[in-house]
């Protein structure tokens, strides 16, 4: 069973920056597709950000496209999340997914095709 820890989350201004970490708790994390999504009171939970196992290929949603960006640092075992820009509207709880197999780009957006998820990181932003 892989645990994934999210860390970085706080109270920021509008425009303001963060950096979420999702750190797991294997060597093999860098085979993964990971993903990250959000959760705000009241709302559905929204993809966010996704990154691609072996190409490192990145997708985003078009509300943050241009203003987030996801990394992955191997040696570390950690996925990352640079959030730039930020809105009162990203306030949210963000939870990190990874998937133990390969996964068709259509399909990174989903969030029940992930096998493993974060317990989440809150991130609020105020206007």
């Known amino acids: 069973q892989v645990q994934l820890v999210e860390s970085g989350g706080g109270l920021v201004q509008a425009g303001g920056s963060l950096r979420l970490s999702c750190a797991a708790s294997e060597r093999t994390f860098s085979m993964r597709n990971v993903a990250w999504f959000r959760q705000a009171p009241g709302q559905e939970r929204e993809f966010v950000a996704a990154i691609r196992a072996t190409s490192g290929y990145p997708s985003y949603s078009d509300s943050v496209k241009g203003r987030f960006t996801i990394s992955r640092d191997n040696a570390a075992n950690t996925v990352y999340l640079q959030m730039n820009t930020l809105k009162p509207e990203d306030t949210a709880v963000y939870y990190c997914?990874?998937?133990?197999?390969?996964?068709?780009?259509?399909?990174?957006?989903?969030?029940?095709?992930?096998?493993?998820r974060g317990q989440g990181t809150q991130v609020t932003v105020s206007s």
């Open positions: 997914a990874a998937r133990r197999s390969a996964i068709i780009l259509s399909a990174v957006h989903q969030w029940d095709v992930y096998d493993y």
